[in-house]
């Protein structure tokens, strides 16, 4: 075996050391912009709960206010919820077509 031999099998591997550098850098990119994506993610959905909170105590006052009781509307919408997925409709509204929510005035 010559130089000549020598010198192509360590430039052969040099080339793929080489390929295999910039392989890890792509997926080094790629690894931080996934984590850079994440903690995003994360903060918006930390952002939609606090709000989704907020709301939810001012949808609570607004009904204690007018006398609504939610638990009793939740209850109703899980129920018709549950009706309609052991139909096989699974979308929420009953077989007349109504929503399952009564609006009716109680007042």
Do not use: C, P
């Not at 007018?66 to 638990?71: E, N």
């Not at 018709?80 to 109680?106: I, L, N, P, R």
């Amino acid at each position: 075996m010559g130089f000549g031999d020598t010198a192509k099998k360590i430039q052969t591997l040099a080339d793929k050391a080489e390929r295999t550098y910039q392989k890890i850098n792509e997926l080094r990119t790629e690894v931080e912009e996934t984590q850079t994506t994440v903690l995003d993610t994360s903060e918006r959905v930390q952002a939609l709960e606090n709000e989704m909170t907020e709301q939810r105590a001012v949808l609570d006052a607004v009904a204690e206010e007018v006398g609504v009781d939610l638990d009793a509307v939740s209850t109703e919408a899980h129920i018709v919820e549950a009706e309609a997925e052991s139909d096989g409709s699974g979308d929420g509204v009953d077989a007349d077509g109504a929503d399952g929510v009564d609006e009716t005035d109680e007042n």
